[in-house]
T-cell receptor, first 112, second 113 residues
């Protein structure tokens, strides 16, 4: 069964710290891995990773995929209180359709 | 605003009742996906429709059903509600039949009392 596992499930840090969130996957016919940020309601898209070793970057956030290790990390540097959210990773599961298989999420809390 | 519209935003109902959740996809998107997010289960795929036809099914209970109408809006019907059905229900849409470019609506929070 396809699955995505995230760690840690919860993380509390101080503003200014750097955090690394982990995602591992077991997905048949892997094509991509996606990261989302979920604050109060809808998940919002952060990154889609398809190639191993190529870092995607957006401001203080960056992510990289390791296909050999079947994993991905999401880094956030110089964290701010506005980064507090649930971070979800997901992999498309193909069986004639592209549903997303989500990890449990990492609840990140940034304290001032 | 993501362009995916879900109504209602909140719903409180009693056990045994039936409710209908509505989703209007982003303009131009043909695929609609329904997900359930509960505290202990994370985001779980329920069902996908593409241009009016059911495309894929996840762990959707028999008490739940969905459809997509000719104008591409979709409805998720939940019947014989149980306390455990309390959750956030998200709709997402995409342009392609094989996904890509998912956009989520803001969700409907269902509370069964």
């Amino acid at each position: 069964e396809d699955k995505v596992v995230q760690s840690p499930l919860s993380l509390v840090v101080h503003e200014g710290d750097t955090v690394t969130l982990n995602c591992s996957y077991e997905v048949t016919n892997f094509r991509s891995l996606l990261w989302y940020k979920q604050e109060k309601k809808a998940p919002t898209f952060l990154f889609m990773l398809t190639s191993s070793g190529i870092e995607k970057k957006s401001g203080r956030l960056s992510s990289i995929l390791d296909k050999k290790e079947l994993s991905s990390i999401l880094n956030i540097t110089a964290t701010q209180t506005g980064d507090s959210a649930i971070y979800l990773c997901a992999a498309p599961f193909h069986q004639g359709a592209q549903k997303l298989v989500f990890g449990q999420g990492t609840r990140l809390t940034i304290n001032p | 605003d993501s362009g995916v519209t879900q109504t209602p935003k909140h719903l409180i109902t009693a056990t045994g009742q039936r409710v209908t959740l509505r989703c209007s996809p982003r303009s131009g998107d043909l695929s609609v996906y329904w997900y359930q997010q509960s505290l202990d289960q994370g985001l779980q795929f329920l069902i996908q429709y593409y241009n009016g036809e059911e495309r894929a099914k996840g762990n959707i209970l028999e008490r739940f059903s969905a459809q997509q109408f000719p104008d591409l809006h979709s409805e998720l019907n939940l019947s014989s509600l149980e306390l455990g059905d309390s959750a956030l229900y998200f709709c997402a849409s995409s342009t392609e039949p094989n996904g890509g470019g998912y956009t989520f609506g803001s969700g409907t929070r269902l509370t069964v009392v």
